[in-house]
């Protein structure tokens, strides 16, 4: 079983940055392709990118892609989003998942949330205009 703890969101101009955190804790977080998600409300939760468990290949969404990046550090258990040039639109809660299931990052499973296993509460980003 993993927990996953999300933190870092905020309100920050259009423009701006942030870098949200995910800590796991409780399994084994080097084992599990790692992704962020986010949704507004009315809306399904939406795929932003994912990392693979050895942090050797990233996958993005058009959307975010040159914008975002995700990365990961192993040996403290962390996951980690990178927003910058941020836009009103990318105002969403963001949430980690983690994917204990090898053939997660392919291209017609990475953005389907039933492929995950474990997520986090959530964190609010706001990016006014």
């Known amino acids: 079983q993993v927990q996953l703890v999300e933190s870092g969101g905020g309100l920050v101009q259009a423009g701006g940055s942030l870098r949200l955190s995910c800590a796991a804790s409780?399994?084994?977080?080097?084992?599990?392709?790692m992704a962020w998600f986010r949704q507004v409300p009315g809306k399904e939760r939406e795929f932003v990118a994912l990392?693979?468990?050895?942090?050797?290949?990233?996958y993005y969404s058009d959307s975010v892609k040159g914008r975002f990046t995700i990365s990961r550090d192993n040996a403290k258990n962390m996951e980690y989003l990178q927003m910058n040039s941020l836009k009103p639109e990318d105002t969403a809660v963001y949430y980690c998942?983690?994917?204990?299931?090898?053939?997660?990052?392919?291209?017609?499973?990475?953005?389907?949330?039933?492929?995950?296993?474990?997520w986090g509460q959530g964190t609010q980003v706001t990016v006014s205009s």
């Open positions: 990392i693979t468990w050895s942090g050797g290949a990233m």
């Open positions: 409780g399994g084994t977080f080097s084992r599990h392709n």
């Open positions: 998942a983690a994917a204990a299931s090898p053939d997660s990052y392919t291209a017609n499973r990475r953005t389907n949330v039933y492929v995950y296993d474990y």
